[in-house]
């Protein structure tokens, strides 16, 4: 039971610290209307965007990460490189509160490059906090812990206890996760006497949650473990930090079940995922989840275990450790249901997480950390020596298992090969359709731009040449004055007709897409309609010329069927530009539709359709209340 237990504490136990503190909804929107109805200086704004996208990170990513762009762009413009660098910050640390390690190592790496050059040893020190935190989701405890230690270093030589202790505690974590608890101990009373110091009352709530889990694994008193978590949520309860509330209740539910109390468990488990579903957070989501899954499995509900361990992996596959536990309550849960084709391949499946988990590299890093603390090393031989009992009868369970499961896999082999063979005449379909959408897609773009410029070149030369030619004729003729008047209508209509003709050559491939790219194209288009606003964020860069031309008609029906469809008032377009990726949004305040009814016109499903065929992912959302968003993501290559 412990074992299990262990998948889905080791990463919780460090990443509620060093997060920024929350303020309440008032004071923030109080923030965001500075930005809207008040005169500010350059500095001013700098600072308030500085502030919302640190303290939107509890609650609202998106909202992180825009404000983080917003304030990123203003210091880019004023030169202001250490605020600069404070907003890749702000920016990966909120990709990495949502699970995005890449894309907030991206960020964070940006960071780092201009610390470097300015010497920044403060923002240093919190960089080295935020890759400790990433290595730590990752598993990769020996670089966790190396960032920890750098990041103490620093703030020691700086005398900032306020943000030491926090420190102080992630490094105790580190080594509660590799169960050497009394290291773990000695660095959780270093910042126990800088909480008190300092009157840090959410330090001294995070000590308390790491000391409930201490008391759960090693002291094994229920009283001290729930005694310590009860103590924290009273503190974070408090000072209104709810992602720590809620992953105090899963703490404490973690209590009861590791004592057997499965009701109380599943009752406050079951409480944290119904409040966790709108924070934006998966981390807790799928902790939740994982834990739901194991106390169903030890009630024997083998299908809601399943169900639960299928949820978690749905929410976010990042961590290693509820990869393994969901797939080990999979592999179990199908076993006892009778289901062998379920079973193999979720066998499989764990064999996967298994093997990732014990590469070589990981293998090596653990090496290394023996060597550099030789103390630890010989306070877990002894433990090790005092459970090698216990560990042989545990492996030998676990491999007699194994071996029946293998026997089973072998006698399912047949029957699985003709499911691969069907799958894949699936896929191979599915590629087929794709291909041909996309040489669609090819054809209609070469066909409007061959189009356009027949237009343009070829009628619309034709149109100038009998307008010289009027103006000719009239030279040195005496026209009645009836006939003036029919003339000059005649040129304008003429006029007309060659505004008309260049207006219908640019909509078909507008001369700005080809000739300055996606970006002035799209903000051309914008500027022309009344209502329809245009934001940028990154780097604007090239891309290959389909891509821009799929992204460029997409966006150009959804601002469309905005104006036809929502009777919106406002409507704002977004594109944000990575050097590996794009995504766009395009937002408005109209009156929504019902995504569940099937609409009359195919507007939507061919955006999609191109999309898709241009290996983009596209997302829905859509309210009576809130209107409608579309958010079109895509891996790209510049040129």
Avoid at 69 to 78: M, T
Avoid at 216 to 245: D, F, P, R
Avoid at 509 to 535: Q, T
Avoid at 600 to 608: C, F, M, Q
Wanted: glycine share 6%; proline share 1%; with cysteine.
């Amino acid at each position: 039971m412990r074992k299990v237990l262990r998948y889905y504490t080791t990463v919780l136990l460090g990443i509620i610290f060093f997060l920024p503190v929350k303020l309440n909804s008032q004071n923030l929107d109080s923030l965001e209307n500075l930005l809207i109805g008040k005169k500010l200086s350059v500095a001013d704004e700098i600072r308030i965007y500085d502030d919302l996208s640190w303290f939107y990170q509890n609650s609202n990513m998106r909202k992180a990460v825009d404000h983080g762009f917003a304030g990123l762009k203003l210091a880019q413009r004023e030169g202001d490189k250490q605020m600069e660098a404070t907003f890749y910050r702000n920016i990966g640390v909120a990709y990495y509160m949502a699970s995005m390690n890449d894309s907030a190592k991206i960020n964070l790496d940006q960071s780092l490059r201009i610390v470097e050059k300015i010497n920044d040893t403060s923002l240093a020190a919190a960089l080295n906090v935020a890759y400790g935190n990433i290595s730590r989701v990752q598993s990769r405890y020996n670089d966790a812990l190396r960032h920890y230690l750098k990041a103490a270093e620093i703030l020691e030589q700086r005398k900032e206890s306020h943000r030491l202790g926090a420190v102080y505690l992630n490094i105790g974590g580190i080594y509660q996760i590799m169960r050497n608890f009394n290291q773990a101990l000695g660095y959780f009373e270093k910042a126990k006497v800088i909480a008190e110091e300092t009157g840090n009352s959410e330090l001294l709530a995070d000590i308390y949650v790491s000391l409930s889990d201490r008391e759960l694994y090693h002291g094994e008193v229920k009283a001290q473990s729930l005694y310590y978590g009860e103590e924290a949520l009273k503190i974070y309860k408090e000072i209104g930090n709810t992602y720590k509330e809620y992953y105090t209740l899963l703490l404490l539910s973690k209590v009861y079940y590791h004592h057997q109390d499965y009701t109380k468990a599943f009752a406050l488990a079951q409480e944290v995922l119904e409040k966790t579903k709108n924070l934006g957070f998966p981390t807790l989501a799928s902790n939740a989840y994982i834990h739901i899954s194991n106390i169903h499995y030890r009630q024997g509900r083998y299908a809601e275990s399943a169900e639960a361990a299928k949820q978690a992996l749905e929410v976010d596959t990042t961590d290693t450790n509820i990869t393994k536990n969901a797939y080990s309550n999979l592999l179990r849960s199908n076993a006892f249901l009778g289901k062998p084709a379920l079973t193999e391949h979720f066998l499989e499946r764990y064999g996967e997480a298994l093997d990732k988990f014990s590469n070589k590299e990981f293998q090596n890093s653990l090496s290394e950390m023996e060597v550099k603390y030789e103390t630890e090393k010989k306070e877990l031989r002894i433990n090790s020596l005092e459970k090698e009992r216990v560990l042989y009868g545990i492996i030998f369970g676990v491999s007699f298992l194994g071996i029946a499961i293998l026997l089973g896999a072998l006698y399912l082999r047949q029957r699985a090969k003709k499911q691969l063979a069907e799958q894949k005449v699936i896929q191979l379909e599915q590629e087929k359709q794709l291909v041909a959408t996309q040489a669609v897609l090819d054809g209609e773009t070469a066909e409007r731009t061959r189009l356009a410029r027949d237009l343009h070149d070829g009628l619309g030369g034709m149109l100038s040449a009998v307008k010289l030619n009027l103006f000719d004729m009239k030279n040195g003729v005496i026209i009645e004055a009836e006939d003036v008047l029919r003339f000059n209508k005649v040129m304008d209509m003429l006029d007309n007709s060659m505004q008309e003709l260049r207006r219908v050559a640019h909509n078909m491939m507008p001369e700005s897409l080809s000739r300055y790219g996606l970006k002035v194209a799209l903000e051309d288009f914008c500027n022309n309609i009344r209502h329809v606003n245009f934001h940028f964020f990154g780097e604007d860069k090239r891309l290959e010329q389909k891509t821009e031309a799929t992204l460029y008609r997409a966006v150009i029906e959804l601002v469309n069927n905005a104006i036809k469809h929502s009777e919106a008032e406002t409507i704002n377009v977004q594109l944000v530009q990575q050097p590996e990726s794009i995504s766009i949004n395009v937002q408005d305040d109209g009156k929504g539709f019902d995504l569940n009814e099937e609409t009359k016109g195919t507007g939507l499903i061919n955006i999609k359709n191109r999309i898709k065929s241009a290996g983009g992912t596209i997302d829905v959302f859509s309210s009576a209340v809130k209107g409608t968003e579309v958010a079109i993501g895509m891996n790209v290559k510049q040129t």
